[in-house]
């Protein structure tokens, strides 16, 4: 079969409501990636022309252009490869791409650290209650679930759920019997649902909130951490 003939029996099965994923499993003679490039070309343009590319037109790097961007960096510092690119009108990669190949430079991620002293990692490994080594089954049992089951019922009372993902050292056999029988209520991995934001409050909604709203400009070291999470 042609290419040009695939394509219109990809559109078709498209239009039946099928998947991108579905089209390419049932075809599986394009990926699914293609057909999804299919489908944004049909809906931007009403046909599929691959004789020009699907978004924008690719930059040549000539030497003028080349220069430009070593200017910018000259006349305005360093900046992010993706501000550069948007002020240039191209593409983050095409910047990485002069970066790397015309200047020998690489693109660093700018990461901000807090002032940690030795009192303040020990504080935090305490608080974590979290053993020095690989998590099995066995201190998971003896170190971990005895802490969280008194932290539960002195923040929440006796009738608390417990919940835990999907890690191996909690699917254990002998860590889900001895949940079973010590923890008041808890929900096993057969009725866990991970994508549920209504089963999994913290990693949908309050570690996004307090990250969201803090002022992270503000946080210099352990005591201001915990002062700009209090003021969430």
Known sequence: MKSKDIRKVVLRMAHDGMSSLQIAK?????????VRRWQHLYRSTDTIDLKTPADRPRIILTKRFIRK?????????????RKLANSLGISKETIGRIIHEDFHLHVYRVTIESNLNDEHKQRRES???WPNETLTHENYIETVLPHARAEGQLLLGDGFIYQQDNATSHKDKHSIAWIKKIFPRFIDDKEWSPNSPDHNVLDYYVWDAIGHNMHWNKVKSYDSLIDEIKKV
């Open 127 to 129: 608080f974590t209650y």
């Open 69 to 81: 961007v070593k200017n910018r960096f000259i006349y305005k510092g360093p900046q992010s490869a």
């Open 26 to 34: 049932l075809r599986k003679v394009v990926s699914e990636r293609t």
